[in-house]
């Protein structure tokens, strides 16, 4: 059995399970013969790309997700074990806690921005989207033409499909969180 055979068969089984499916219910659900599925599960047939579609629609998950090895279930990054995604003259920091991966349609920063300070950051894309929370300090985000003032404690909830800034507004180091979602288009 090769690898993506060994990791469909795996997947299948575990994410039948996770939605409490019996091979039966699959088996109606895609119209694939219960016999084959566990066939496949078993690691004793090489299904077809048209099989293996049946069988995601049915489980209503994306298609990655039979095929690939899954990862560790559990992810603990820390502030220091996080790599550095931007970074200037100690004016700013920012790490990335958790990074985009096919599997996840987000991804969150965490970062310290120094006094009176600010960071630009581009676009993060089509159809995407960004949660700021200040976690201490006090941040003026800038969108386009227009500017809103983000208290300790507090959170903004934004299009980052447009440029735009955060600058530290107060005398003391802020820190802040971010997590960019990705709308599926």
Same mark, same amino acid.
């Given at each position: ?32 013969s ?29 298609? /990655?997700? *039979?095929?690939?090895?899954?990862? +560790? ?6 502030? !220091? $074990?996080?790599? %550095?995604?931007k ?42 989207? /960004?949660? *700021?929370?200040?976690?201490?300090? +006090? ?6 033409? !227009? $500017?809103?003032? %983000? ?35």
């Open positions: 059995m090769n690898q993506i055979d060994r990791n469909i068969a795996l997947n299948l089984r575990r994410i039948r399970k996770t939605k409490n499916m019996s091979l039966d219910m699959l088996a109606d659900r895609t119209g694939v219960k016999s084959m599925l566990g066939q496949i599960e078993r690691g004793e047939s090489n299904p077809t790309v048209a099989t293996i579609g049946k069988i995601v629609e049915g489980l209503k998950v994306p298609f /990655e997700q *039979l095929l690939y090895e899954r990862e +560790e279930a559990i992810i603990m990054p820390t502030w !220091k $074990s996080a790599p %550095v995604y970074e200037k003259d100690g004016a700013y920091s920012i790490h990335i806690l958790l990074p985009y991966h096919s599997g996840r349609d987000f991804e969150i920063y965490q970062g310290s921005i120094s006094p009176y300070m600010q960071l630009n950051s581009a676009s993060h894309g089509e159809y995407t989207w /960004e949660y *700021l929370t200040v976690l201490k300090g +006090e941040v003026e985000m800038t969108i386009e033409d !227009k $500017s809103y003032i %983000v208290k300790e404690d507090c959170s903004l909830y934004f299009a980052c499909d447009r440029p735009h800034s955060y600058r530290n507004t107060g005398g003391r180091e802020a820190m802040v969180s971010m997590t960019v979602t990705r709308e599926g288009r």
